[in-house]
T-cell receptor, first 114, second 112 residues
Framework: DTEVTQTPKHLVMGMTNKKSLKCEQHMGHRAMYWYKQKAKKPPELMFVYSYEKLSINESVPSRFSPECPNSSLLNLHLHALQPEDSALYLC?????????????FGAGTRLSVL | DQQVKQNSPSLSVQEGRISILNCDYTNSMFDYFLWYKKYPAEGPTFLISISSIKDKNEDGRFTVFLNKSAKHLSLHIVPSQPGDSAVYFCAASEGRNYKLSFGAGTTVTVRA
């Protein structure tokens, strides 16, 4: 089983709203990631959690706030987003943060900011 | 600065023939390479990977070749099937750096 589950699949929000994206995996993976993907572009790394601790923040604006409540869950809290933040947000996980290994992706949340 | 490049944005191939996708990289410290396939409105699906200590890895219809001296890798799909029509991303990582650097992707269309 290599499933990463993301909810919701689609989200429309206004610039003053607060919403959260959720990601879950039950593969025992100890690294989890948030990526942002714009149309016809490759995924861009936003955050990395290793053993439930934030290890990489790719200079992401503070209106995006990640949270890792436990080893299976990853959240991305959204507040005061801009229309240019509209994109596909992908969650991924990998087995062992200490060595190169396969990242498994969820289906993504399609976010539209109005 | 794009460290992983896929210079062919699209590829059209007839069903049953070979698809060859190419990828070049500039960072000589990359030591692990992956190919992902992506359908519209879905996340990338892992296809095949290769470590820098190898020059070839095969899994069913998919074979990845790595030429370290040329900083080049390729993905061969034989035979191509209609379900292979998708966007293919090449990705690379360096040592214990978690970050995957992705190429821009190649859209493959398999014609019946």
């Amino acid at each position: 089983d290599t499933e990463v589950t993301q909810t919701p699949k689609h989200l429309v929000m206004g610039m003053t709203n607060k919403k959260s994206l959720k990601c879950e995996q039950h593969m025992g993976h100890r690294a989890m990631y948030w990526y942002k993907q714009k149309a016809k572009k490759p995924p861009e790394l936003m955050f990395v959690y290793s053993y439930e601790k934030l290890s990489i923040n790719e200079s992401v604006p503070s209106r995006f706030s990640p949270e890792c409540p436990n080893s299976s869950l990853l959240n991305l809290h959204l507040h005061a987003l801009q229309p240019e933040d509209s994109a596909l947000y992908l969650c991924a996980s990998s087995q062992d943060p200490s060595r190169p290994n396969i990242q498994y992706f969820g289906a993504g949340t399609r976010l539209s900011v109005l | 600065d794009q460290q992983v490049k896929q210079n062919s944005p699209s590829l059209s191939v007839q069903e049953g023939r070979i698809s060859i996708l190419n990828c070049d990289y500039t960072n000589s410290m990359f030591d692990y390479f992956l190919w992902y396939k992506k359908y519209p409105a879905e996340g990338p699906t892992f296809l095949i990977s290769i470590s820098s200590i190898k020059d070839k890895n095969e899994d069913g219809r998919f074979t990845v070749f790595l030429n370290k001296s040329a900083k080049h890798l390729s993905l061969h799909i034989v035979p191509s099937q209609p379900g292979d029509s998708a966007v293919y991303f090449c990705a690379a990582s360096e040592g214990r750096n978690y970050k995957l650097s992705f190429g821009a992707g190649t859209t493959v269309t398999v014609r019946a």
